[in-house]
């Protein structure tokens, strides 16, 4: 048997990935689909393959080269793209009498290649099709005696008394010679138009049409993703101790927030465990699903609460995670009525969050931070302090106002915040959504945005949350209790906790309103708008509880702000 593997398109439904990648060498769980693919023709009994490249054709023909495969694999390069008909008439210089096997490189499958081939060397005919049942594709029309009728434009429906079904292609077919005979000597040929021509001709095309098999077309970024969670799933559920096939496990979206990342979780019987799904991943350097998963393990490994990564895929971009259930500390929060149960809670958080800051830094590398390695002057400025302004007062409220009307107080707001830190491992983003409730236990997620930084960050993003939208009240006495318990445990001064939480809290809340305002007019998130306006009465508070004069300016840009949402509130 000899093999053509069809490897030279653009891939353009992937885009922008397959810009730097060519498709036939995207990976799942660490191996290319070209690979996969000559890995199965191996098994089948293959003694030569020929790949067709074109499009990024360099990068296919050196990864060839760095195989050392136990059969001739040839890359055929093709300076114009000639389509599937054309590229089996390029590679007739391989051909010899026997029939030749055609597979396109963007499937995962565990169709049996050794018994198709046999199949059509059974029957006589000179082009056998490899097809099943599958509707969004179904264009193919079959005979009750598996002669292919007619190739279809569209996917359709056989009427329900039909003696015709109606199969789609997998993209394995095995040809005859004879089939050069109906392709042009030169250029773009569609092999389907041969088939037809064939047709038209008296001979036959037959079908082998397969059932209980896998099969997943990898050409679109959702299918990929679908490929790549089917095919990695069942190792992730073993890592936890559940023997899973990939046919018992269902997948169900979960409701994302202001992340571009996707979830789901994975189901099969009584067990569980949730997906992060980042993305294909094409380019080099720290991305956000490497700091996930190399701050979550030194988290985990540290005794942090924190769930546990089973297994991570880098290129599909697939985290596989303990699953920790639906329940976050908002909902909690919202649900509890006593303001002294709800200061307990606040008080279990604060002191995982002490400990999450000074064991969280122990060991820590900087390197894996996808971001700054600390929170410092320049990520204020510019992440905070800029984003607020561009984000929220001209983006979201479309003010006439500038970064540099502000500067002398940002700069003052960046010396307090840094100057005052009491340092350790920063979480970022420390608020109700991102602390989990599960079994009585606290558990802090989205640890991805990590680094160096002040433990009154962290506290600040907790109290002046406006998820929960705690009292000023409460909010005063969770500070004094941070503060007594770090003075407690010999940390650091109360005064100095308080002097830095008050800078921190004013950044915080910049970034709180510059992330609403993006991501109410730009992702078109209109659910976070409702969080605007205690977010600003917050900002206010904070400014006030500066140092004199110290945010005089931006305090009565809020205040008029503020004022401004009660007239249209009224």
């Known amino acids: ?27 799942i769980g660490g191996r290319t689909l070209l690979d996969r693919i000559i890995g199965q023709l191996l098994e089948a009994g293959c003694r030569e393959v020929i790949i067709n490249a074109h499009h990024l054709h360099e990068q296919i023909e050196r990864f060839v080269a760095t195989r050392s495969y136990p059969i001739p694999v040839h890359t055929l390069f093709e300076p114009v793209i000639l389509g599937t008909g054309g590229a089996i008439k390029n590679a007739s210089i391989y051909w010899d009498d026997q029939p030749l096997m055609v597979v396109n490189s963007d499937i995962v499958t565990d169709i049996d290649l050794r018994a198709v081939y046999a199949a059509h060397r059974k029957h006589g005919d000179p082009a056998t099709l490899v097809l099943h049942d599958y509707p969004e594709f179904n264009t193919v029309s079959v005979d009750p005696k598996g002669l292919i009728q007619k190739f279809h434009e569209a996917p359709t429906v056989a009427p329900a008394n039909a003696e015709h079904a109606m199969r789609a292609f997998t993209g394995i077919q095995v040809i005859d010679p004879v089939i050069l005979d109906f392709i ?4 773009f040929f569609n092999s389907i138009d041969a088939y037809r021509q064939m ?23 959702e299918r990929f993703r679908q490929a790549a969670i089917e095919e990695l799933a069942p190792a992730a559920f073993a890592a936890v101790g559940h023997s899973k096939q990939r046919t018992e496990i269902t997948a169900a979206r979960l409701k994302g927030d202001g992340s571009d990342r996707s979830w789901y979780r994975l189901s099969a019987g009584s067990a569980s465990l949730v997906v992060a799904d980042h993305g294909i991943q094409t380019g080099t350097g720290t991305k956000e699903i490497d700091s996930f998963v190399s701050i979550g393990r030194h988290l985990h490994n540290a005794g942090i609460p924190v ?31 006593d303001r002294q149960e709800i200061r307990a809670i606040y008080r279990r958080v604060i002191d995982e969050l002490i400990r999450l800051s000074r064991k969280g830094a122990e060991g820590f ?22 984003y607020f302004v561009g984000a929220f007062l001209q ?24 100057g005052l830190g009491i340092n350790g491992f920063m979480h970022r983003d420390m608020q109700s959504r991102n602390i989990m409730v599960s079994g009585g236990r606290l558990y802090f997620i989205d640890f991805q945005g990590g680094r160096i930084g002040p433990l009154q960050y962290d506290l600040a993003s907790l109290l002046i949350d406006p998820y929960t939208a705690l ?15 770090v003075a407690h445990q010999g940390i650091a001064s109360q005064k100095r906790l308080v002097d830095g939480y008050r800078y921190c809290a004013v950044t915080r809340n910049l970034q709180i309103l510059g992330a609403f305002g993006f991501l109410s007019t730009v992702k078109g998130k209109k659910w976070f708008e409702r969080y605007i306006p205690p977010a600003i009465t917050t ?26 949402n009660r007239l249209e509130d009224n």
């Open 307 to 337: 769930p546990s990564i089973y297994s991570a895929d880098r290129f599909s971009g697939l985290v596989f995670l303990q699953d920790l259930g639906d329940t976050h500390l908002q909902n909690i929060i919202e649900k509890t009525m």
């Open 539 to 564: 900002l206010k508070q904070n400014l006030d509880a500066l140092p004199q004069n110290a945010g005089k300016r931006l305090s009565n840009l809020i205040a008029s702000i503020e004022d401004c």
């Open 395 to 418: 983006g979201y409220l479309g003010l006439d106002c500038r970064f540099e009307d502000f500067i002398d107080e940002f700069l003052f707001l960046a010396e307090g915040a840094t």
């Open 184 to 187: 042009p000597g030169n250029g």
């Open 365 to 386: 590398d900087t390197g894996w931070t996808c971001q700054t390695a600390e929170y410092d002057r320049n990520l204020i400025l510019e992440k905070e302090c800029r």
């Open 1 to 27: 048997m000899k093999t053509l593997i069809l490897a030279a398109g653009f891939g353009t439904r992937l885009l922008p990935h397959t810009q730097y990648i060519p498709k036939p060498l995207f990976s």
């Open 199 to 221: 047709i038209a001709r008296g001979y036959r095309v037959r079908a082998v049409t397969v059932n209980a098999h896998y099969w997943r077309d990898v050409g679109t970024p």
């Open 471 to 485: 009292s000023a009240e409460c909010r005063n006495n969770l500070l004094e209790y941070c503060a007594q318990t």
